[in-house]
Nanobody
Framework: QVQLVESGGGLVQAGDSLRLSCAASGFTFSNYAMSWYRQAPGKEREWVAIITTSGGSTNYADSVKGRFTISRDNAKNTVYLQMNSLSSEDTAVYYC?????????WGQGTQVTVSS
């Protein structure tokens, strides 16, 4: 059974940091590029960051570049999102996403709320 379980969300103040985790199971994690997406209230889901299978390459949305860092530990089947200098505009449900060839999996999401 494929599972992506996000954790680490919560309520923080503007300027604070959070680290999200996404634990994968039920598939060969190291084969999959991993991404983070987010969805703010009343808005469409948007892509945040991506990391390649080995972790050797990453890319970020302009809105988070320089503040967020995506990383992965293939031995632990986990992908992370380190979020620094958070602002109210980062308030959203954050989802991890796995993709390899035609296979695509989503996690259930974790809420991040940033108070100004």
């Amino acid at each position: 059974q494929v599972q992506l379980v996000e954790s680490g969300g919560g309520l923080v103040q503007a300027g604070d940091s959070l680290r999200l985790s996404c634990a994968a199971s039920g598939f060969t994690f190291s084969n999959y590029a991993m991404s983070w997406y987010r969805q703010a209230p009343g808005k469409e889901r948007e892509w945040v960051a991506i990391i390649t299978t080995s972790g050797g390459s990453t890319n970020y949305a302009d809105s988070v570049k320089g503040r967020f860092t995506i990383s992965r530990d293939n031995a632990k089947n986990t992908v992370y999102l380190q979020m620094n200098s958070l602002s109210s505009e980062d308030t959203a449900v954050y989802y991890c996403y796995a993709r390899w060839r035609s296979a695509r999996y989503w996690g259930q999401g974790t809420q991040v709320t940033v108070s100004s």
